[in-house]
């Protein structure tokens, strides 16, 4: 079942889609996070961010964790942003690929990525919704974009097995992790992790699909990144080296997770800049799609 927030004169009301497409009001909002609209938060992205009454998170997310997921995307972006900020280098580990037939060893995710689910915390207060204008960070010459799939749970957890955590994902929404790369590079090597690189924005669908339509073809799920309307590069989310419901396990062990929070799976292969050498600029329309979940699409303004 797809589902959407919405503004009416008396405030937010949750709408789930007909077969015909049409909408009508929602009384169990427990698939969108159990939460109910913040009315100030929503008032002050109106005043920061949106230009049309008509764009809404379709929820309030009241965390933030992201995940990583896909070795291919770590290779991949480790790669790109080589040959974007250190190009002499770039060409020294291609001959080393070329020769070796495998990546080079240090594109390859850190150890602790293969022995147990890995994330950092970002900022949960900065997301907009699709079709928000995104200024550019006034510190970034290195816009990038990350399309992954977002969930959020719909029941408490603790200490859960993987199953018990599957089944307490409640909707599933096209995320969108907009990051500064270049900040990122300095930022990553303090050992504390990403910070403004990553905090300033985020951005998911303006609709949500609930999970018993997603989990059963969790690892089919298809896509495409389109800058100014053309299509620059196609993902496909096959290839995690974890479930969700181990992920979400892990998170749980001893840390009490609550309805509302909401979980990001990592940048599926293809869908960053970096990796494929699409940049955004100012001017840029970025349109990201994830069949049958939502889209998500922004113009980049100075």
Known sequence: MKL??????????????????????????????????????????????????????PFHPVSFRDFLLYEQ????????????????QFRATAVVEKLTGRPFPKF???????????????????????????????????LDYELEI????SAPLRNASPAEATAAIGSFVLLNDFSARDVQRREMGSGFGP?????FGSSMSSTAVTADEVLPRINDLTGTVALNGEVVSRVNSAGMQWSLGE????????????????F???????????????????GDTLTL?????GTVEHKIIG
């Open 4 to 57: 959407r927030r919405v503004h009416t004169g008396d405030g937010a009301v949750a709408e789930y889609q007909n077969g015909d497409g049409s909408w009508d009001t929602l009384g169990d909002n427990s698939a969108l996070g159990g939460s109910p609209f913040d009315e100030q938060w929503v008032r002050s992205v109106d005043r920061r961010h949106r230009q049309s009454s008509d764009l809404t998170l």
């Open 73 to 88: 995307h770590n290779i991949a972006a480790s790669r790109g942003l080589v040959r974007r900020f250190h190009p002499g």
């Open 108 to 142: 390859k995710p850190a150890k602790l990525f293969y022995e147990q689910p890995i994330y950092y915390m970002s900022n949960h207060l900065t997301f907009v919704p699709s079709g928000t204008p995104v200024k550019m960070p006034s510190y970034s010459r290195a």
């Open 150 to 153: 977002g969930f959020v749970l």
């Open 195 to 199: 910070q403004k690189s990553k905090h």
């Open 247 to 262: 992920m979400l396990a892990h998170a749980s062990r001893d840390e009490q997770l609550l309805p509302g929070e909401l």
């Open 264 to 282: 990001g799976t990592g940048t599926l292969p293809g869908g960053s800049g970096m990796e494929t050498g699409n940049w955004l600029s100012i």
């Open 289 to 293: 799609t994830l069949d049958n979940i």
